[in-house]
């Protein structure tokens, strides 16, 4: 996972740029063009380059180079580059600081003029949009361009424990159990199996998950004895009512199974199923109709949370060159804006103007009631001491 991830200057934006070093210059394809870097003497510390990818990739490595601007006249190599930076990353909507050991680490950039340098990630990085802020930089201008390596994004996680122990009751359920020790939580690989009391086409495993689910890869096995699927296939539902069989070319597909119980046999769906509710049902099998299952996938909803970028406030900001200038990093997005407090404030004066009238009102009609008894008939004394009752 290391090829070089396609990226064109519409997916990218930068927060300002010096003269005509701007966004198209921000992409690193040609090594030898040391002059062609997207620069800006914005150096307070905010300035950054962003790249909005459009869909999930793994990012092992960034590669990133610096300016070389030679002078032929004067023959002299003017250096610009950034020293170090770091990496703020989109993943469904959310922005999240990249951390190392807990820190939101600093990435060490270029120490000797403008030349490439490559930065691997000690874990790969999921993400549809990155930012970059330099944080120590060389010369009077911040010059940079920057290329990503990676791969796309295979929706691959373990969705169920291979452990019977750990198998929440309610995610798995069968049409019928065999014997008490083939539960349907026995299912996960690590557990003795699911086995159906009747061997026959009317069968079935479910799996209910709590958000949509993205299936991508289905590991089916036997008993570890002499029990086992040798073919079946998949049913799939949002809402455990309506039921789908999962096709390929618009028919049913039959999946091939196991020859013997405890060699795993793994799937990867051409199309994955995005769904609540699957079921695996068998058509064929040895023996018992017993299996053990583990399923790949992600979840496919997507958070709904704010997709501002981290502000970044100036600390020691310089513009003097060959000078490192610190940026420190506040991410303010779990505190109240100026907008919401004001808000706030306007909610709690009406409610306070409704107490009042509501005490004004109820005082006035006292007032009135306490004049209309002054010399009441013995019909108004019948009427107002009904309503003091009430």
């Not at 069968?203 to 086992?228: E, H, M, P, R």
Request: net charge positive; with cysteine.
């Amino acid at each position: 996972c290391s090829s070089v991830i396609s990226i064109n200057s519409s997916m990218v934006t930068v927060t300002d740029a010096y003269g005509t070093h701007g966004v198209n210059k921000a992409i690193l394809t040609d090594e030898k063009a040391c002059d062609s870097t997207w620069c800006t003497n914005n150096t307070s510390g905010t300035a950054k380059i962003m790249v909005d990818l459009g869909e999930l990739v793994r990012v092992t490595a960034i590669s990133f180079q610096g300016r070389d601007s030679y002078d032929k006249m004067l023959d002299f190599h003017q250096l610009f580059y950034v020293k170090s930076f770091r990496i703020d990353y989109k993943r469904n909507g959310r922005w999240r600081p990249y951390y190392m050991d807990g820190y939101h680490t600093t990435i060490l950039g270029n120490q000797h003029g403008a030349v490439v340098n490559t930065k691997t990630f000690k874990h790969p990085i999921t993400l549809d949009g990155l930012s970059i802020t330099p944080v120590t930089w060389f010369g009077e201008l911040i010059c940079m361009k920057i290329r990503l390596h990676g791969c796309p994004y295979v929706c691959q996680n373990q969705l169920l424990s291979a452990f019977p122990e750990k198998m929440k009751g309610d995610l798995v359920t069968a049409s019928s159990v065999k014997y008490p020790k083939n539960k349907p939580r026995q299912v996960g690989m690590d557990g003795l199996s699911w086995c159906a009391k009747v061997n026959d086409k009317k069968q079935w495993v479910q799996f209910y998950f709590n958000d949509v689910t993205l299936i991508s890869s289905i590991v089916i096995a036997g008993n570890k004895i002499d029990s086992f699927v040798k073919t079946y296939f998949i049913r799939y539902s949002a809402d455990g009512t309506t039921w789908d069989d999962y096709k390929q070319y618009g028919i049913t597909r039959i999946f091939r199974g196991n020859h013997h119980p405890l060699h795993g046999v793994t799937h990867t769906l051409i199309n994955p199923i995005e769904a609540s509710y699957l079921r695996i049902i068998p058509v064929t099998w040895n023996d018992n109709i017993c299996m053990r299952i583990s399923l790949l996938g992600c979840k496919a909803g997507v958070e709904i949370v704010p997709t501002t970028l981290p502000r970044t406030l100036p600390l020691q900001p310089t513009t003097h060159g060959n000078t490192d200038v610190i940026a420190k990093t506040e991410d303010n997005s779990d505190g109240l804006s100026n907008g919401a407090v004001a808000g706030l404030v306007i909610a709690i004066l009406l409610l306070l103007a409704l107490v009042i009238a509501v005490s004004v009102f109820f005082f006035l009609k006292k007032r009135a009631n306490s004049k209309l008894v002054e010399y009441p008939s013995a019909y108004s004394k019948a009427i107002l001491n009904d309503e003091d009752k009430l």
